[in-house]
């Protein structure tokens, strides 16, 4: 603060001021999003609260658990927390989602995601596809999972061998503590998970724009595979052609179009 001369109070007050808004921003996030789950949960068991009691209630509960980080350990606690919860748990969350997205969601939903959501602008009218392609597979399919769950790896053999920071065990208890309730409850939300309920890409009302009824009949939500009039494999061999096709060996030249036919046909009747 020294830099700033004679306006270093100001600017002293200024930086804390926006600590003060950063974190009532993070804390604003994280009440929303825990008040919310907790009101859904209450209702499937038909227990209604007004909100501003549910509000206080937990609130008051997340000033308590936040009074251990102000003690006198409160600085090796907030690390070791940052470290089991924000760095490694959170390594292990991201390596689940990647199989969730790879298993569930799929790449080729995700490139109609894309393509939904990017169709109309300006400078993709017709929508915005994945480019490129081969490079962003290798990543969603191998780099994402690998790097994660190796990462995460990495640092859990690592906290096993050496106590973080050279923290007494006590601390370092409630570490593992932590990162192993996540990961139970983790596991817990996956053992309670109703089936899924993605409708087929081709039957999702958010991807009818990309679709053609003739791309819904032939392609199928379950694989990778692309309609194959997307991917010009021509047409289906029980549709009707063009001409009227003799394949058995009819002299090209003979053939006419099934238009010019019909309009010929028409011309007799009207002489007669």
Known sequence: MGLFGDAQNVMSVLFYVMLFTLGLDSAYAWTETIVIAVKEELAKKGIKRPEWQLVLIL??????FGLVFVSRKGFEILDMVDMFIGTVFLLYL??????????????????????????????????????PSWLCRIDFHG???????????YQLINLGRNNYQGYPMSINGWGWFLLCLGI??????????????????????????????????????????????????????????DFADNELGADAGSRQPLDDVDGVAKKQELVA
């Open 59 to 64: 609130c008051v509960m997340m000033y308590l």
């Open 143 to 153: 780099t994402a999972p690998l790097a994660t769950g190796a990462l995460f790896l």
């Open 184 to 241: 139970v409850i983790s596991w817990t939300t996956i053992w309670k998970s109703a089936p899924g309920k993605l409708l087929p890409i081709e039957e999702d009302p958010a991807f009818q724009e990309i679709f053609s009824p003739e791309d819904k009949e032939v392609g199928n939500g379950d694989d990778d595979e692309v309609p194959e009039k997307l991917a010009g494999a021509g047409n289906d061999p029980g549709e009707d052609d």
């Open 94 to 131: 991201v390596f689940v989602e990647t199989f969730i997205f790879n298993f569930d969601y799929g790449w080729r939903r995700l490139e109609a995601a894309l393509k939904a959501a990017t169709i109309g602008n300006k400078g993709t009218p017709k929508g915005r596809t994945v480019f």
